[in-house]
């Protein structure tokens, strides 16, 4: 919704809007912008000089401003509606989906344009560090567009991708995710798979070919098919358009080289850590490559990257500690994120801070995956599920519990500790922490602060 008014405000319309509590980045970036946003929520909030309004997806059929503006006789769209709309028509909408890697491929790919001269359009669901904002109406014909799953508003529970008429679709990952929305894997496949049908027969579907699940769902896809994957790769999986190999990480990012079919290997130094990543760059070259990026381009574009806000971001250090921010919530972006601040980190004790912050991260079905993500750590955090009350509620598929959890990790010789909010974390936490330590805190949402409180906490000592 941020980078969306963002846009609007770029083309000159006057933006207001009301929202819940706000935090961190979108609350600085609304600040940032100057557009107000009113506590919601209440049908006064629908000014007199209100012509249009757009639905949040969190907000509900009987939202007191919706009731107002349908009153009024208003037009009400979803934002993915608005985008469509508004934005992409005339435009090549470049969309980015997958339920891991949306928003650093997004951002990745739109600064790759950007630096070869494409002067694309973006939206990401970040701050990409390399941008003035998460928005742009960007002048060229490429419009590149984070692809949420998660459904468009209280009239659609549909994904968000299916309303941006994709002309290149990147496919990332496929897995069972958002619980509160797709009861299965199976729900999830069939809507990527009708994100992936979109793309007309002239147009370009991107897609990890490391990913049975992404396998299954392109199989029927009308566009020309780029697949690209990871060295090694896979017993049985297809060959590859993109191939990396000879991956190396280290502290100063990750070397590998990338194969392209019938074309010369060319090596590359990505600023960024983790396999997943090298799998994230492939997705945005395939992309690239569609609008004659060449290798020069897309090696000297990726070098250049600075990343995405809570994506591996190092908010900084005290008394020797270090302390990283990351969105990381579903249990394989857990242990991938662990995986790669090891590898950013060598020879440093990593303690994951986490909190499932999600319905869908704070269910008991998640239990055993949690366990073997955190397990990859060498000391772990684990906050109480944020929705605890609401999953436990009877009918309801449970709650994760922490302590249950802890007590396993424990159990292999884990460090581990949990508490029953992010401040009574924080007060358990920082006895535990020595210099060289990092300090790899999770959640899907604000987690009330706590990378920057445990900076606090530590200047103090």
């Not at 706000?22 to 629908?46: F, K, Q």
């Not at 941006?164 to 798979?193: G, I, M, N, W």
């Not at 590898?343 to 269910?363: D, K, Y």
């Amino acid at each position: 919704m941020t980078p969306l008014a963002a846009l609007l405000l770029a083309r000159g319309e006057r933006v207001t809007g009301s929202d819940g509590p706000l935090y961190p980045p979108m609350s600085d970036r609304l600040a940032a912008l100057g557009i107000g946003v009113l506590p919601g929520w209440a049908a006064e909030n629908v000014g007199p000089d209100v012509t249009e309004v757009v639905a949040g997806n969190l907000a509900r059929k009987d939202n007191p401003e919706i009731l107002a503006a349908l009153r009024r006789g208003l037009r009400v769209r979803s934002m993915p509606e608005t985008l469509h709309d508004e934005i992409l028509e005339g435009r090549h909408p470049v969309v980015v989906a997958g339920t891991h890697g949306k928003t650093t491929t997004t951002a990745l790919l739109a600064w790759l344009l950007a630096a070869a001269g494409r002067d694309p359009g973006y939206l990401v669901g970040g701050e990409p560090a390399n941008f003035p904002g998460p928005a742009a109406l960007g002048g060229g014909a490429p419009f590149v567009v984070e692809g949420d799953e998660y459904s468009t508003s209280y009239a659609d529970k549909g994904p968000k991708f299916l309303h941006y008429a994709p002309r290149t679709f990147v496919l990332t990952s496929v897995e069972f995710d958002h619980a509160d929305l797709y009861p299965d894997l199976a729900a999830v496949k069939t809507a990527f798979r009708a994100g992936a049908a979109l793309a007309p027969e002239d147009g370009t579907l991107v897609a990890n070919a490391d990913d049975p699940n992404v396998l299954d769902v392109i199989a029927s896809a009308r566009a020309h098919v780029l697949l690209y994957g990871v060295a090694p790769r896979p017993a049985g999986t297809p060959d590859v358009d993109l191939l990396a190999t000879e991956i190396a990480e280290g502290a100063e990012g990750t070397r590998f080289t990338v194969h392209r079919s019938g074309k010369e290997p060319y090596s590359v130094l990505s600023p960024l850590a983790g396999r997943h990543n090298v799998s994230n760059v492939l997705a945005a070259f395939g992309a690239a490559i569609g609008f004659g990026l060449n290798p020069a381009q897309l090696t000297g574009g990726l070098a250049s990257f600075r990343g995405v806000m809570r994506r591996l971001e190092v908010v900084g250090t005290e008394a020797g500690v270090t302390v990283v921010d990351d969105f990381a919530h579903h249990p394989t972006a857990v242990a991938s994120t662990i995986a790669g601040a090891k590898r950013r980190f060598p020879g440093r004790r990593v303690w994951a801070a986490f909190e499932p912050r999600s319905m869908t991260a704070g269910r008991a079905d998640f239990f055993e995956p949690y366990a073997a993500a955190l397990a990859g750590a060498d000391g772990v955090a684990l906050a109480a599920p944020f929705h605890a009350a609401r999953l436990a509620q009877p009918g309801g598929p449970g709650s994760l519990d922490a302590a249950a959890l802890v007590a396993r990790l424990r159990s292999s010789g884990l460090p581990a500790l949990t508490a029953g909010n992010p401040e009574q974390l924080l007060a358990a936490l920082v006895p535990e922490l020595r210099a060289g330590d990092v300090v790899l805190a999770m959640s899907s949402g604000s987690f009330d602060g706590f990378p920057r409180k445990l900076l606090e906490r530590l200047k103090a000592l």
